[in-house]
């Protein structure tokens, strides 16, 4: 039986875990209790803070993150007094989010699942969705924000990490374009070569009208958006953008 590329991108980011990857190490006790006194930060992007007046008040709401595992930003959130729901693919990140809660001492609703899926939650069950750049796993994103919208109470946020295609254009050495967009390895036998000889999984361009676009035409109004580099290598010194950050409410 063939695996699906949501199977291969799980087991890719267990891989990479495995080996350290940055966006897979937790938070320590000691970040955890500065968050609890009331200094914290979380990323969505590579290098940039959210603006702290993207969560609104976070005591005693509930929040969702979505594509989020890793013990990196729900135990930050749990620390300040939300109620806390995580979603992931990743068994390894499933794991981190446990141990994470258990070392700490707070209660969170951890499921594994595939965001690519109907979402298993009610209509208007959350006050906050909390989207670090992942659905550049996903080949349809449309679908994804019109499920967000349907879990978010009225008045409820979405925040999002958003890949803008830059980083598909080079090569590994960031040097020359060498791919057209868009950048779909289901469709583009060379492209999945490429994917498969740099160990990057299974992963997709998407354009400007699907990532903010599709959180408009699914009922969303855009508040705030910032830019953000890959934080190192080629493109990032030269200053180029290939991150995009939003704040949307319901």
Not at 150 to 156: S, T
Not at 173 to 184: D, G, R, T
Not at 230 to 246: C, D, Q, V, Y
Request: a negative charge; charged letters at 25%.
């Amino acid at each position: 039986m063939t695996q699906n590329y949501q199977d291969i991108n799980a087991s890719t980011i267990d891989r990479w875990i495995e080996e350290g990857w940055e966006w897979g190490i937790p938070v320590s006790h000691e970040i955890y209790e500065k968050a609890k006194c009331g200094e914290w930060e979380m990323l969505l992007t590579p290098t940039k803070p959210v603006p702290k007046e993207w969560f609104g008040e976070l005591k005693g709401k509930k929040v969702l993150g979505l594509a989020s595992g890793g013990g990196q930003q729900m135990p930050i959130f749990a620390a300040l007094g939300a109620e806390c729901t995580v979603l992931d693919y990743s068994g390894r990140q499933i794991e981190s989010e446990k141990m994470v809660a258990q070392r700490e001492g707070y209660e969170i609703r951890i499921i594994q699942g595939d965001m690519t899926k109907p979402l298993p939650f009610d209509n208007e069950e959350f006050d906050l969705i909390f989207h670090p750049v992942s659905n550049c796993y996903v080949e349809e994103v449309k679908p994804i924000w019109k499920e967000c919208y349907r879990i978010l109470k009225k008045g409820g946020r979405l925040l999002a990490g958003l890949d803008n295609g830059v980083n598909y254009l080079v090569d590994e050495a960031e040097k020359e374009i060498v791919n057209s967009l868009p950048f779909n390895p289901l469709k583009n036998p060379e492209q999945r070569k490429q994917l498969e000889d740099e160990d990057c999984g299974i992963q997709f361009s998407h354009t400007l009208e699907e990532q903010i676009g599709g959180q408009l035409e699914a009922g969303f109004q855009l508040s705030s958006v910032y830019e953000d580099t890959n934080g190192e290598g080629r493109l990032h010194e030269l200053g180029i953008p290939s991150f995009w950050a939003t704040c949307a409410k319901k």
